[in-house]
């Protein structure tokens, strides 16, 4: 089992829906989770920081935590196209260090 | 302006040659990352370094080497032991007073000649 689990996609939603990416991890002691936006061929931009188990909302992004469940997700309201990328789940799992372990990204496609 | 540089921005590798892939943050953020990502995949961790003059192996550290000198600078080398170099390389530093959030640099993207 991959310490961190992205459905590599593509994911496509018509301008407008909402965009519902996820993300599973492994190590149940996890407490820092991220979302980072990857355009093609550039680095890794922070989305979405999460800590603490439900909601928390930045302008058109969401992101859900359940620790219980192992889950991490991020909604992407009114998409744009824009908003095309790949979204990358990053968790800081227990171990020290700090160090953050990547999901494999989504790709996500929003189409006019 | 603060931030994270890399440079270059796109560098050639003979066969044999050892390379080095500059890595500078102006943010007095203490901890800094390698990590490499190949086409389609994830970001993995080749080296990180948490304070000056100390640095720990990641997952994939064979075939790299890396030096902290100054808090500033975490430059990686790629060396000739490092049989498929070909990857975009992402350097990064951590602000531990933001809850750990880490920051990228734009990547130095590696090619084999």
């Known amino acids: 089992q991959k310490e961190v689990e992205q459905n590599s996609g593509p994911l496509s939603v018509p301008e407008g829906a909402i965009a519902s990416l996820n993300c599973t991890y492994s190590d149940r002691g996890s407490q820092s989770f991220f979302w980072y936006r990857q355009y093609s061929g550039k680095s890794p931009e922070l989305i979405m920081s999460i800590y603490s188990n439900g909601d928390k909302e930045d302008g058109r992004f969401t992101a859900q935590l359940n620790k219980a469940s192992q889950y991490v997700s991020l909604l992407i309201r009114d998409s744009q196209p824009s908003d095309s990328a790949t979204y990358l789940c990053?968790?800081?799992?227990?171990?020290?260090?700090?160090?953050?372990?990547f999901g494999t990204g989504t790709q996500l496609k929003v189409e006019l | 302006d603060g931030g994270i540089t890399q440079s270059p921005k796109y560098l050639f590798r003979k066969e044999g040659q050892n390379v080095t892939l500059s890595c500078e943050q102006n943010?007095?953020?203490?901890?800094m990352y390698w990590y490499r990502q190949d086409p389609g995949q994830g970001l993995r961790l080749i080296y990180y370094?948490?304070?000056?003059?100390?640095?720990q192996k990641g997952d994939i550290a064979e075939g790299y080497s890396v030096s902290r000198e100054k808090k500033e600078s975490f430059p990686l080398t790629v060396t000739s032991a490092q049989k498929n170099p070909t990857a975009f390389y992402l350097c990064?530093?951590?602000?531990?007073?933001?809850?750990?959030?880490?920051?990228f640099g734009a990547g130095t993207r590696l090619s084999v000649l």
């Open positions: 943010l007095n953020h203490d901890a």
């Open positions: 990064a530093s951590r602000d531990s007073l933001a809850k750990n959030i880490q920051y």
């Open positions: 990053a968790v800081i799992l227990t171990g020290g260090g700090n160090k953050l372990t």
């Open positions: 370094s948490q304070i000056v003059n100390d640095f």
